[in-house]
């Protein structure tokens, strides 16, 4: 039996291939670099797992706090001193391993100075016996905000793993050192990612100047809660808190959570809800991705929206003050951001939201907000802040011209040969305070000289002090005694009405007084009359 023809001519076509010695040779070169290169690649895998199996690798991306603690730990290894290629920063978190002579502050101010890892390079150094190599990567990342995200890859030579247990809570413990008189800050971008924004000293909460008893009501409420995850987990209630403060603008409330923060030793993460591109979404995003242990701080929540934060047109509240404190015009906002309240809502006790996060949310406009947003479960403890009262007034004025420590620059320890603390007439500057008040620019001779003739004015105008508002930081206030300190103060807190300004009006009086209290507490009257007039010519002049 015949083969078919076409089979015929393929074997035709073989034989003829095969019959030809330089394609013999190709096919057993093919064959043979295939196998060797086979050999190599399973060879290069099983040295690489065998070398593998003796490295333990960690990484860590940016955006998670063990970043920071590891950068923390590493600016303060003293062997990256000798590390050939560094990054150079001079945050005084980061300051540890440097020399003495270099780390400390110079006579200027200077901040110290830290070695970091370079970007994309690896180092190697020895810790507890251990060698290890330490890697530094920087990827491109699309979008507004931080261009680049940032990775550290460690690889230590041990197969146990207790050792990076022990790198981990080294490098949380000199994170937290370091954290000791500051509290991080953090804004989100529009990766919907959060990024640290700065560092600020924590803020004595005695320096918050309350009516008696705010303060203390929502630190010991705050501190209870934080110490109550077990009793929220047994009755299966969501472990989160939420505080509206309220009231006039400039009474403190932001103040008071800055000084919250440093007293609970939290970082503070602000939700901007007016951020342009930001929606429902990424508000659930943000807010899901919050640490356990926190605190989350949406300011002026009444006007984050494009009206306010109510479902429906409520009345304008009663304001007691209107003649006092002017009213912003009713003027439409522009913002790109399209968060809605059903999504804030959502955002803030849904399914999604994060556990364990404290939230301070701040307004001037108590009555506009919708009560969905208010009720229990988002907003639990509700507290007003007030304009001043004589008590505020009084201890803001304590505070203010309070002796300062006694740590004093060199060739300042002498003092002054005339002591104004001791003897300073309620009526008059002449008499002895003039040495200590804010220079304005003005010679002494011409505080109390009769006005100048034109042909004098002429002679003396290329040489005329310079015209500005305000008034210089220079000047400080003389040592007050105990007694002279109370009495002022009382003085000064009789003159003010209760509830008519804010403290923050209050001490920009201050700061315009600074060396002068005498002054302040004897002028706190005119001008606050002059003030009060202005205000209401103001109020007149938009209604």
């Known amino acids: 039996m015949t083969e078919p023809a076409p089979l015929n001519g393929f074997g035709t076509l073989i034989s003829f291939i095969l019959s030809i010695s330089a394609l013999r040779d190709w096919a057993k070169l093919l064959i043979i670099g295939s196998f060797f290169e086979t050999c190599r690649r399973l060879l290069a895998t099983v040295w690489s797992s065998t070398i593998d199996s003796f490295f333990l690798t960690a990484s860590f991306e940016d955006h998670d706090d063990s970043y920071k603690w590891m950068m923390i ?3 303060k290894q003293p062997s990256w001193k000798n590390v050939r290629n560094v990054n150079i920063s001079t945050g005084e978190r980061y300051s540890g391993n440097v020399p003495d002579s270099e780390g400390e502050p110079d006579s200027s101010g200077m901040p110290k100075v830290c070695y970091l890892p370079a970007l994309s390079g690896s180092y190697t150094l020895w810790y507890k016996y251990r060698w290890m190599r330490i890697t530094r990567i920087s ?42 008189s500051s509290i991080t800050v953090y804004v989100s971008d529009s990766t919907n990612c959060w990024r640290e924004l700065a560092t600020r000293r924590k803020r004595p909460l005695d320096s918050i100047i309350l009516d008696p008893g705010i303060r203390e009501l929502v630190v010991e409420d705050a501190q209870d809660f934080l110490a109550s995850k077990g009793w929220y987990a047994e009755r299966g209630i969501p472990f989160r808190r939420g505080y509206l403060l309220y009231g006039a603008p400039g009474s403190g409330k932001t103040s008071l959570i800055h000084s919250i923060a440093g007293e609970l030793e939290l970082d503070v993460y602000i939700i901007s809800l007016s951020r342009s591109g930001l929606d429902d979404t990424g508000l659930s995003e943000l807010i899901s991705d919050l640490p356990e242990r926190c605190i989350a701080l949406m300011e002026d929540i009444d006007a984050a929206l494009h009206n306010s934060l109510s479902r429906e047109d409520s009345p304008a509240p009663p304001n007691q003050t209107a003649e006092l404190i002017p009213s912003s015009p009713r003027t439409p906002t522009h913002t790109t951001s399209k968060v809605s309240l059903s999504g804030l809502l959502n955002a803030l006790d849904g399914i999604g939201a994060q556990e364990g996060r404290i939230l301070f949310a701040t307004t001037n406009k108590y009555s506009s907000l919708d009560p969905a947003l208010c009720r229990p479960g988002r907003m639990d403890l509700h507290v007003e802040f007030k304009l001043a009262s004589r008590y505020q007034a009084d201890e803001l004025f304590k505070r203010f011209y309070l002796p300062s420590s006694p740590k004093t620059p060199a060739g300042d320890d002498q003092e002054p040969k005339s002591n104004p603390a001791q003897s300073h007439p309620n009526d008059s500057i002449r008499d002895g305070g003039s040495t200590n008040l804010i220079d304005l620019g003005v010679p002494d001779d011409t505080a109390d000289s009769p006005p100048s003739s034109p042909s004098a004015c002429s002679e003396k105008s290329e040489h005329a002090a310079p015209t500005y508002t305000g008034t210089r930081h220079r000047g400080h206030a003389p040592k007050l005694s105990s007694d002279q300190l109370s009495a002022l103060a009382a003085q000064f807190a009789s003159a003010i009405p209760e509830r008519a300004v804010s403290m923050a009006v209050l001490q920009g009086y201050l700061m315009s007084q600074k060396s002068r209290p005498w002054e302040a507490a004897r002028e706190v009257s005119t001008w606050l009359q002059k003030d009060l007039a202005t205000k209401k010519a103001q109020n007149e002049t938009k209604s």
């Open 73 to 75: 730990w590493l600016s």
């Open 139 to 180: 990827e491109p990342i699309p979008g507004w905000g931080p261009n680049h995200r940032d990775s550290l890859n460690i690889s230590i030579f041990t197969r146990n793993h207790d050792i990076l247990n022990t790198i981990l809570q080294d490098a949380k413990k000199a994170y937290q050192d370091a954290q000791g």
